[in-house]
Nanobody, 114 residues
């Protein structure tokens, strides 16, 4: 399983970003997927998940600001982030739910700063 996240960057507080994740090496349409993040000095946390049938789930910290989606035809999962806060600064990765320890990849850095 290979997962490649992209789309990160520097954004001002209140701004938006869209992250993309390309998946390969698996039957994408039958797995649940998630976005995870790890801020400096903190543990990795899940910020969104989407089931193979499209059911989504978010922690309270991002609910209403982040939206996860998937395109099974393209083996892609996306994370639309809006109203970004400095506390959202982290390396964001995609992975299965539950995550595969061998599939974290490098992730994509999101920095929210003025």
């Amino acid at each position: 399983v290979q997962l490649q996240a992209s789309g990160g960057g520097l954004v001002q507080p209140g701004g938006s970003l869209r992250l993309s994740c390309a998946a390969s090496g698996m039957i994408f349409s039958v797995v649940d997927m998630g976005w995870y993040r790890q801020a400096p000095g903190k543990q990795r946390e899940v910020v969104s998940s989407i089931s193979k049938r499209g059911r989504t789930n978010y922690p309270d910290s991002v609910k209403g600001r982040f939206t996860i989606s998937r395109d099974n035809a393209k083996n892609m999962v996306y994370l639309q982030m809006s109203s970004l806060e400095p506390e959202d600064t982290a390396v964001y990765c995609c992975n299965l739910v539950p995550p595969s320890s061998n599939s974290w990849g490098q992730g994509t850095l999101v920095t929210v700063s003025s």
